[in-house]
């Protein structure tokens, strides 16, 4: 639950600070707010960084306005809660629809971004592989439904098939978690739209922040292929292949991904260990 | 009734002996156009989820809508339809239109704009003028010629042809092509999905609470985690 609230370009932001190290912020995805974190993930990072947890506009107890979800201006609200903090240059790591907002946070405001995650996103523009059809009715045929309902009609295509049969309870409790504060339908229009209408393409090769880009073998939301077009783009980019993970490897396997993220972030060169044999470094 | 709908119809159609003509320029339109990049959302800006009622003209009817209602669904609307076979006298449709409204806008949680087409205007602005809570904006394609006055509160958005009465009220864009084929003219469909674009998200008022954060639990079945990722 976020604890604290701070005006930043024009919204009512939650947010909450946790732990202690370097700065780190986290910023979560499509339609989802910060209470979604997996508690393992967090608390394994807390105990090295200092997170910064917040709800973007939109979701959870931020602000949801009918205007300003531009990723570009959702990047603006990440700054104006870094300057609130005070923090000059932080570390961030940006999930899904949060990986988006994080990349034009380090395209438009590059000195503010010390070292960079991109988990399980896309680029935008001409490079990016959207879902399939069938994956799109998933997201969109929801009309009617309950929020549990709806929420588990889109875990088959945000879970990988093996893991959501095997851990059908664990994954209830979480959705309940996540639908304690839904984010209105206008909210998430308004973010959809933006992630549609978002490309960073022409600018990621201008990124010079150390980057690591993940994602999930089996992402049928966000095909793999995404990825590999950003890490193609970034100069320097580190691309990790989590095998038989789907769109949602940090919550089917926290303590590795949070391992993952915190060797990289701490400047390991063999990061990748972490994961246990799970994970393929791609060469770029 | 029969004068006025022979009235229309000649208005709308001309006289009988231009309707070969008519059918050979609405296939020959409908060849032309039916491999546009418009029909595969190239160049379309991505929609924000606007409940939208579509409201078909004379002699027109849902299944004439039917595209047009296709392609708004896929560039991110939700269209909806009255219902209605064929539009043989506007007045007729004025109660599908108002039994709709109301679940459309409350289902999203938004006034809706109604997207009409020529004597289905009439329709749209009568029944705005008595739900005017339930409705943001009208969007004519093409005009009938006597317009009811257009409801406080509700704007107008005019696409059309040249010929269309300078003194009507409201944001007037000119399209060149058959005035009623405008439903699969891609020029229009291009200058309508930019007019839906630059519609503000209009919540309804019980809806209002939701924009601030410390906002009561989300109640609406619809307003619930569509996807999340």
Known sequence: ?284 | MIKRFVVETLRYYGPPLQWPFLSFEAIAGVARNVHHPVFRGQNIRYGDGKPLLLVPGHLAGDLTLVPLAMWLRAIGYRPTQLDVTINWDDRLLDKSLAAALPDVARRVGRKAVIIAFGTGVRTALRVAAVEQGLVSDVIALGLPDQLPPIPKGVRLHVVGRMCLKPNVLGELRIVEGSEILLHINPKALQVLSEILRQIPISLLERDENEVRGRSRRETSSLDTPRSQS
């Open chain 1, 1 to 284: 639950m976020m604890t604290q609230r701070a005006s930043v370009n024009g919204a009512s932001i939650a947010f909450d600070v946790r732990g202690s190290g370097p700065p780190l912020v986290l910023i979560m995805g499509y339609r989802l707010n910060s209470s979604a974190w997996p508690v393992e993930f967090v608390e394994g990072l807390a105990e090295r960084f200092t997170l910064v947890l917040f709800d973007n506009r939109g979701t959870g107890l931020s602000d949801k306005p009918t205007s300003g979800y531009a990723l570009s201006n959702m990047a603006g609200d990440v700054l104006g809660l870094m300057d609130h903090l005070g923090i000059a240059q932080s570390n961030v790591f940006g999930y899904s629809m949060g990986g988006a907002i994080a990349q034009e946070l380090v395209c438009r405001h590059p000195k503010r971004v010390s070292s960079l995650v991109l988990f399980a996103t896309l680029c935008g523009g001409p490079a990016a592989a959207y879902a399939s059809p069938t994956v799109m009715r998933v997201m969109h045929n929801l009309e009617g439904m309950t929020p549990a309902e709806a929420a588990r009609q889109i875990w088959t295509v945000t879970y990988e098939s093996g893991y959501l049969a095997a851990n059908r309870d664990k994954i209830e409790r979480q959705m309940q978690l996540e639908i304690e504060n839904p984010t209105p339908l206008h909210a998430a229009d308004l973010q959809f739209q933006a992630l549609v209408d978002f490309d960073s393409s022409k600018a990621l090769p201008g990124v010079r922040a150390r980057t690591l880009v993940v994602t999930g073998d089996r992402d049928e939301l966000i095909p793999p292929r995404n990825s590999e077009a950003i890490a193609g783009l970034i100069p320097g980019a580190h691309l990790i292949v989590l095998r038989g993970r789907g769109h949602r490897a940090i919550w089917e396997a926290p303590a590795q991904c949070m391992a993952l993220v915190a060797g990289f972030l701490d400047g390991r060169e063999d990061f990748d260990d972490a994961a246990k044999g799970n994970a393929i470094r791609m060469a770029l």
